[in-house]
């Protein structure tokens, strides 16, 4: 670890102090009921009854009830500035500096100081190789892979209630978001842009305003939120899934080959993951450098998750998903790709997050059949020989830095394909219907 755990306990208990306003009456020393040791009750019950190591298990319990500190309290400047604002100043200060931002906030100040902060191990040289490996994978996976890891992302109604507070249970706020994740992801692959002023910087200091003003909505204007239940809104070990999903699963391969280390290459796209990981405030010590240290920390939360699938939050939440219409425009083209892209989509989540059981995917409103089985051998077929060709050409001097220039060229136009990114939350999604009663929790 990076840090002892009571500088850890610290540090959660002092968003109490630092940002009254949001965190006032939240009493960081309960256990929420998300966070569980009885294997009974774990989403990974096999998990929780390995031995896992109880400082691994301390650690994310505590990061459990850790929000975003700096982003938070940006955030919670909304009363006072409005969420515009806070976002045009945010971009401004992203793309030109602190300075070039007229009677900027401190608060906005210190949250550009912490993206700028260069952690001890980082090496640039290492993520841009990192870029340049992914893109590979990004520009032909990505477009029909997206939705299905999208979806995995509510599986647990614990992690999944602020999704289905922004508004996400309508299809088009679900096709909305699902574009802004692919944005986000494709924007950090493009050349230059994790440097300093580069799109993939400002994307990330997005998002984390985002997940921070959902906090804030969350806990200050939603009546269904309860700290004792959930916890605190996106806490820091729920974002940890989505950033490094990619490099768990190649690191769970790698231990189970019997390796202790990364290869060059693989040394670069785990850089390239947590430097991203990095940008977006999560705190180092859940971003492991080994294979061994990825699947331990990855294990770690999923064994002490409680489980729990409630169809008015999971249930909506992927079938609004799933139903959600992606593309920009309706040609006969787009039409086709929608058809073929959902039915891969709802095998890869299949065969990624559900071990290939149907039934169980199935209770949780993903329905395939065999035309989703077919559209899935078809586009792995493809993608496969795709992804083989760029690979190979990588090792052609010469031929190498054109296919890479050539997936650079497709991955600008998946981005155009994507649409403008808001990364914002409405505030109206959160107030409270008159005598709304909490929700239930099971």
């Known amino acids: 670890m990076n840090t002892t755990l009571d500088q850890v306990l610290a540090k959660v208990a002092s968003q109490k102090t630092a940002l009254p306003a949001l965190y006032g009456d939240v009493d960081f020393d309960i256990t929420p009921e998300r966070f569980t040791t009885d294997p009974r009750q774990s989403v990974a019950p096999r998990l929780a009854r390995a031995k896992l190591d109880p400082d691994k298990i301390a650690l994310i319990k505590a990061y459990t009830m850790l929000g975003d500190v700096v982003a938070?309290?940006?955030?919670?400047?909304?009363?006072?500035?409005?969420?515009?604002?806070?976002?045009?100043?945010?971009?401004?200060?992203?793309?030109?500096?602190i300075a070039a931002v007229p009677d900027a906030p401190p608060e906005l100040a210190a949250f550009i100081a912490d993206m700028e902060r260069i952690p001890d191990w980082l090496d640039m040289d290492l993520v841009r190789e990192g870029q340049r490996l992914d893109r590979n994978a990004a520009a032909n996976l990505g477009p029909f892979a997206i939705r299905g890891a999208f979806i995995a992302t509510f599986m647990n109604k614990y992690a999944a209630l602020p999704m289905a507070l922004t508004g996400t249970l309508s299809n088009d706020t679900a096709a909305r978001r699902v574009n802004e994740t692919a944005t986000f992801f494709t924007a950090t692959l493009l050349p230059g842009s994790l440097e300093r002023h580069g799109a993939g910087f400002r994307a990330a200091a997005m998002v984390r305003l985002m997940h921070s003003m959902v906090r804030f909505n969350a806990l200050k204007r939603s009546n269904r939120w309860d700290v004792g239940v959930?916890?605190?809104?996106?806490?820091?070990?729920?974002?940890?899934?989505?950033?490094?999903?990619?490099?768990?699963?190649?690191?769970y391969k790698i231990v189970g080959e019997g390796r202790k280390v990364f290869t060059a290459d693989e040394r670069a796209r785990v850089e390239l993951a947590r430097y991203r990981c990095f940008l977006l405030g999560l705190p180092e010590d859940l971003l492991a450098d080994t294979p061994q240290g990825v699947v331990d920390t990855m294990n770690a939360r999923s064994a002490t998750l409680r489980a729990g699938f409630d169809d008015a939050t999971c249930g909506e939440l992927v079938r609004a998903t799933l139903n959600a219409y992606l593309l920009p425009d309706e040609r006969p083209e787009n039409r086709l790709f929608d058809q073929v892209e959902r039915?891969?989509?709802?095998?890869?989540?299949?065969?990624?997050?559900?071990?290939?059981?149907?039934?169980?995917?199935?209770?949780?409103?993903?329905?395939?059949?065999?035309?989703?089985?077919?559209?899935?051998?078809?586009?792995?077929?493809?993608?496969?020989g795709q992804l083989t060709a760029y690979r190979l050409a990588r090792r052609v001097p010469g031929l190498s830095d054109l296919a890479d220039a050539r997936l650079v060229g497709r991955l600008k136009r998946q981005l155009k394909r994507y649409g403008h990114a808001e990364f914002t939350s409405d505030a109206e999604k959160y107030r409270p219907a008159t005598g709304a009663k909490p929700a239930a929790v099971a």
């Open 343 to 384: 039915g891969f989509s709802k095998v890869f989540f299949l065969r990624n997050f559900m071990n290939g059981d149907v039934a169980a995917a199935k209770r949780m409103g993903v329905e395939i059949g065999p035309r989703d089985f077919m559209m899935f051998g078809l586009v792995a077929t493809l993608v496969t």
């Open 72 to 97: 938070d309290a940006y955030a919670a400047l909304m009363p006072r500035h409005g969420f515009r604002p806070l976002v045009e100043m945010l971009t401004k200060a992203c793309d030109e500096g």
């Open 230 to 251: 959930y916890g605190i809104p996106i806490p820091q070990v729920d974002q940890m899934p989505a950033g490094l999903i990619p490099i768990f699963l190649m690191s």
